[in-house]
């Protein structure tokens, strides 16, 4: 059974940063894309990063970056420069998309539950 558990997330103020883990188990984070998306209330899911299996990266803006632990099998997502607008429910994911759909959630095969959050002073 694959399982992926995110953690991290809370309250932050504006221009802080924040990293989200996220711990897999069933699977081995390695040999899959790794995605993080977000959600707010009422929007669709919205693509935030991706590391592929051989490294490469996207992401929607510089501020983030997407770190792989593959003795830990767990992977983060590191955020700088928080604005209340990155307030959301953040999800890691796991698949294999093509490299040209790395931005499309229904690419993953695996998604956590979703950690929540809220940056506001």
């Known amino acids: 059974q694959v399982l992926l558990v995110e953690s991290g997330g809370g309250l932050v103020q504006p221009g802080r940063s924040l990293r989200l883990s996220c711990a897999a188990s069933?699977?081995?984070?390695?040999?899959?894309?790794n995605g993080w998306f977000r959600q707010v209330p009422g929007k669709e899911r919205e693509f935030v990063g991706a590391?592929?299996?051989?490294g490469n990266t996207y992401f929607k803006e510089g501020r983030f970056d997407i770190i792989r632990d593959t003795a830990k099998n767990m992977v983060y997502l590191e955020m700088d420069a928080l604005k209340p607008e990155d307030s959301a429910v953040y999800y890691c994911?796991?698949?294999?998309?093509?490299?040209?759909?790395?931005?499309?959630?229904?690419?993953?095969?695996?998604w956590g539950q979703g950690t929540q959050v809220t940056v506001s002073s």
């Open positions: 994911a796991a698949g294999r998309p093509p490299g040209s759909r790395v931005r499309v959630d229904s690419e993953y095969d695996y």
């Open positions: 069933g699977l081995s984070l390695s040999t899959y894309t």
């Open positions: 590391r592929t299996w051989n």
